[in-house]
């Protein structure tokens, strides 16, 4: 009797598994390019009805506002407190201001307010598109010669860019009232001290407008990871459900991939 031929081995089968993860993730990569490129080709019907953007910045951003500004608060009045605790010991309580302001405006706020966004209205918009595709409700926009892109996909996008860097700053604003209340109202650090050194110390250019410019990549990114997810989810209940995990964590691992990415630029530029 003829031996069998034997199957490919272990090693095998593991680098032919991999192969086949990383080419699934490459035409994923590509589909999600030419997404994009059609998504900023298709975006003019938004700006030309802007109710369908302003819309969505209600849903995304407004409705949004109660845990940015709760979560701000609380966080500006733990740094007051750590921060406090932490500058006395070297009679440098005074500077409490500038530690809560540098903290929230370069860093915490925009990322934080961004993993927020993120949890809250990227998986909203997730599971909308995903529902809509489910339902065959793009499909039917098709056929009726409505482009989903330009009707359903592109006001949602631009509509969390805008919300976005605007959540961010009324992160930022909130944790210094945070910081001010722990600090000043209660601990007892002089107020002239805490806003004046803030002011003298906090710059446009480097602190305030780094912290712009962090939220606004974030909001692209975001936005970009929640429509496409919706778009491409399988059209079931499992999938939107799948593809809504998938957009939480996407969406946080690239916030903090991209804070680090422009932290190290924006550095290198000040000094």
């Known amino acids: 009797m003829s031996k069998r031929e034997s199957g ?14 990383v ?19 298709w975006s003019g019907q938004s700006f030309r009805r802007p109710n369908l953007t302003i819309r969505e910045i209600y849903y995304s951003g407004f409705q949004s506002l109660l845990i940015i500004m709760v979560s701000g608060l609380f966080i500006g009045m733990v740094l007051g407190m750590q921060g406090y605790e932490t500058l006395q010991r070297y009679g440098s309580a005074d500077a409490l201001g500038i530690l809560v302001a540098l903290s929230l405006v370069r860093e915490l706020g925009p990322v934080v307010a961004a993993l927020l966004f993120a949890s809250r209205a990227g998986s909203s918009i997730t599971a909308e598109i995903g529902l809509m595709k489910a339902t065959e409700q793009l499909t039917a926009m098709d056929m009726m010669a409505v482009n989903p892109i330009a009707r359903v996909v592109a006001p949602r996008f631009w509509g969390g860019v805008i919300s976005m860097p605007l959540l961010a700053a009324l992160f930022s604003a909130t944790g210094v009232f945070g910081g001010y209340l722990i600090g000043v109202v209660f601990i007892g650090v002089d ?18 407008w780094s912290g712009i410019v962090k ?5 692209v990114a975001v936005s970009l990871i929640a429509v496409f997810e919706g778009y491409d989810a399988v059209p079931t209940a499992e999938g939107v459900s799948s593809s809504i995990k998938s957009t939480v964590v996407k969406s946080a691992l690239a916030i903090l991939a991209l804070d680090f990415v422009l932290t190290s630029f924006m550095f290198r530029e000040a000094g």
């Open 8 to 21: 490919p081995g272990p090693l095998l089968s593991t680098i032919a598994s991999v192969g086949h993860h």
């Open 23 to 41: 080419t699934d993730a490459l035409q994923r990569l590509g589909f999600a390019s030419r997404f994009f490129v059609m998504l900023l080709l």
């Open 191 to 208: 107020d002239g001290a805490f806003w004046s050194q803030m002011q003298a110390s906090v710059d446009f250019r480097y602190d305030i």
């Open 215 to 219: 939220s606004f990549v974030f909001g």
